[in-house]
C-alpha cells in the first residue's frame, strides 16, 4: 500500500482499498491552505479599517443582491460559506446591530425570512472596497492572467457536482 492508499469501509462493512492520486492531495491541500491564508488576511484587512467582520459582509451582499432584499433562512445558508446554524446566529447578531432583520413569514411560521436593511446597504458599500482591494492584493494577484480562469472552471465543476449531489441526494 502506498502513502496515499487508506484503508476504507466498504458497503458491505469490511475494508476496501482507497486510492487518491498524490496531486489530488497537493491540490486539495494547497486549496484549503490558500483559501484559509487569504481570508485571514482580508479579516484583517476589513478589521483595521473598523469595517464589518467578513461573515457579515458575505451574508448581506447575498441579501442586497437578493430580490426585495430578502431571503429565506434555508436559501441564504444554502449561498453563503457558513453552517445553517451560524448564519442564523450571524443574521441575530446583524438584526441585533440594525444591519439585518429576521421575520418569520405568517402563513407558515416555520418560515423565516432574513432581509438587509438600509444600514446594512451602507455596511456594504463602504465595506466592498476594501474587501475587493483584499482580494486584489491576497489572492488574485498571485496568479497569472492565464492561471485565473483555468482555476475557476476547475473550482466551479468541483462546486457544481456538489450541489447537484446535494440536490439529488
Known amino acids: 500500500m502506498s502513502a496515499t492508499d487508506t484503508e476504507a469501509e466498504g458497503p458491505a462493512g469490511p475494508p476496501s ?3 487518491t492520486d498524490e496531486a489530488g492531495l497537493q491540490a486539495w491541500r494547497a486549496m484549503l491552505l490558500a483559501h484559509a ?5 482580508i479579516e484583517t484587512d476589513l478589521s483595521h479599517a473598523e469595517h464589518i467582520p467578513l461573515t457579515w ?13 430578502r431571503l429565506r433562512m434555508v436559501e441564504l445558508g444554502e449561498r453563503v460559506v457558513l453552517s445553517r446554524s451560524r448564519v ?8 441585533a446591530v440594525g444591519l439585518a432583520t429576521k421575520t418569520q413569514y405568517p402563513e407558515d411560521r416555520r418560515v423565516i425570512w432574513a432581509g438587509i436593511t438600509d444600514l446594512g446597504v451602507q455596511a456594504v458599500l463602504a465595506t466592498a472596497p476594501t474587501y475587493l482591494r483584499g482580494i486584489e492584493k491576497h489572492f ?3 496568479l497569472t492572467a492565464d492561471e485565473k480562469p483555468v482555476l475557476t472552471t476547475a473550482l466551479t465543476r468541483v462546486r457544481n457536482a456538489h450541489t447537484k449531489i446535494s440536490i439529488t441526494g
Open 37 to 41: 491564508a487569504a481570508l485571514r488576511a
Open 88 to 95: 442564523s446566529r450571524v443574521v441575530d447578531a446583524m438584526a
Open 140 to 142: 488574485s494577484r498571485y
Open 17 to 19: 482499498v482507497v486510492t
Open 57 to 69: 459582509y458575505d451574508v448581506l451582499i447575498e441579501l442586497k443582491a437578493a430580490p426585495d432584499g
